[in-house]
């Protein structure tokens, strides 16, 4: 059994609290956030605090709070020599405080705290910094179902990097889609089945041989007409830009 104590109430502690709870093999021994309003519903399945005097001793220590607390946090726990992870996709594991041993668990997903996860889909980046850790970082991701990786943190902060590509910048181009359909009377919904497709389809091929659309074929004919029916400027160029980026790839400029 891994006695965990969790610290911080965002998306990422949310998820995982509910994750952990589901194991037989862990136990949220204690839930600490700095505004106990956050964590108070919660009073009647852990034993919860806002009092860093007052943390339990546990297995290890997870830090889901924001990446400009980590350091902080680090140096405000009022205990040496446990074991400590962060589960930030940018932040070094130099960044804690060496008072402490030091690890990541970070869970490559997007979080929000109304919608369901399967962590069965997450995959977990670890890293420690005593090996004698490793074996309880990847026994944790493995008893709420997640595959691991061991991966140092300028391997992560890359991930992290990529993932911003693929997520937020995706979903900005959604929302934007949104907007631009909405504008005209037209239901976003028509487009989910095109958003489905277009991730199941780099699951089994590259996304460069899943290339499709006017610019990957040059159509100049086609992208002249949609950069004259957008009319937002920033709308406008970043089609522009996305559109360059594609023909540079597959050879067209």
């Not at 889901?64 to 680090?74: E, G, K, N, T």
């Not at 089994?204 to 006017?214: E, I, L, N």
Request: glycine residues 2%; proline residues 2%; charged residues 25%.
């Amino acid at each position: 059994m891994i006695s965990v104590v969790l610290l911080g109430a965002g998306n990422v502690a949310t998820h995982l609290f509910k994750a952990f709870s589901k194991s037989d093999n862990i136990t949220v021994t204690q839930w600490y956030n700095r505004t106990f309003s956050a964590i108070s519903s919660y009073s009647n399945v852990t034993n919860i605090t806002d009092d860093l005097s007052q943390l339990k001793e546990a297995d290890i220590y997870i830090m889901a709070v924001s990446d400009d607390s980590i350091a902080q946090l680090s140096k405000d726990l009022p205990f040496a020599n446990r074991l400590i992870a962060h589960t930030s996709g940018s932040v070094s594991i130099h960044d804690m405080d060496k008072k402490n041993q030091r690890a990541v668990f970070y869970p490559l997903q997007t979080f929000s705290k109304d919608a369901e996860l399967d962590f069965s889909e997450v995959p977990i980046c670890i890293e420690v910094t005593e090996k004698q850790n490793l074996q309880l970082l990847k026994g944790l991701a493995e008893f709420i179902g997640c595959k691991h990786y061991r991966i140092n943190t300028e391997q992560r902060q890359t991930l992290h990097l990529s993932a911003v590509f693929v997520n937020n910048f995706t979903n900005q181009l959604y929302r934007i889609a949104h907007e631009i359909s909405d504008a005209k009377s037209i239901n976003f919904d028509i487009l989910k089945p095109l958003i489905l497709e277009t991730a199941k389809k780099v699951q089994d091929m590259s996304p460069y041989m899943a290339q499709t659309g006017p610019a990957k074929r040059n159509d100049k004919k086609t992208i002249r007409r949609h950069l004259k029916q957008i009319e937002n400027e920033d709308y406008k160029a970043i089609y522009e830009i996305l559109t360059a980026s594609i023909k540079k790839t597959h050879n067209f400029l």
